[in-house]
């Protein structure tokens, strides 16, 4: 299968390990991999901040940077989220019927990572090995938006060698949320808190999730906290072997 990736903002500018591990992959699974250079942002930020007409030509070059793409896949649940829950809905909303359109079959070629292995390609085994004591947390957006319920834990028990373990309180927020930890820092680092402490009652040496965003929070302060927890995404514990 010929698969598009959508890199995401973050994966792009702060985390392109993470890139290069869907790559990889998808490619030892047999698929071909292209990267659309005309890929820009989501459009998510503009949407969820209150600037839903300003997303608009950000969505419109996300539409027209995939249109030629057969099947579409994010690291992250979160800009898969706004894709397909919010692209069509906003372009409609301003008037741009033809771009709603457009979007909403966009929408439906796209996939987080792991629905795409697990709902599309029907695999659940991608022979992943790594020998660690890893917890997962599921981040809100696929948690809630996308519903990849446990198809992330599901992936993770079928790697070899792996020490699974739940994470308390698994379900809640993290205190991320995008500018949400800008705009309502007391609040953010109080649920991070939390967060961590779940994290560190596990002993787990990694902390994985399928969203960087969520993953650059509680690492950042699990890291000054000196905790030698390693946060990784979903993508690198996959496309890990022997």
Sequence with gaps: MRVALFVTCLVDGLFPDVGK?????????????????????????????????????????????FEHADVIVAPSGSCAGSIRHQHADVARKHGDAKLAEAAAATATRTYELSEFLVDVLKVTDVGAYFPHRVTYHPTCHSLRVL????????????????????????????????????????????????????????????????DSSCLMHIGGGLSRLRSGVRPLHLAQILEHTR
């Design 147 to 210: 519903k990849v319920r446990d198809r992330p834990l599901t992936l993770l028990r079928a790697v070899e060698g792996i020490d699974l373990v739940e994470l308390p309180g698994a379900e809640t927020c993290c205190g991320f949320g995008g500018t949400f930890a800008l705009k309502n820092s007391d609040t953010s680092t109080a649920m991070l808190g939390d967060k961590m402490s779940a994290v560190l009652s596990t002993k787990a040496g990694v902390l994985t999730a399928g």
């Design 21 to 65: 591990a869907t790559v990889r992959l998808l490619e030892r699974l047999g698929h071909e991999v292209v990267v659309p250079s005309a890929q820009t942002c989501c459009g998510q930020m503009h949407i969820n901040t209150g600037y839903p007409g300003q997303a608009l030509p950000v969505i419109r070059n996300h539409v027209e940077a």
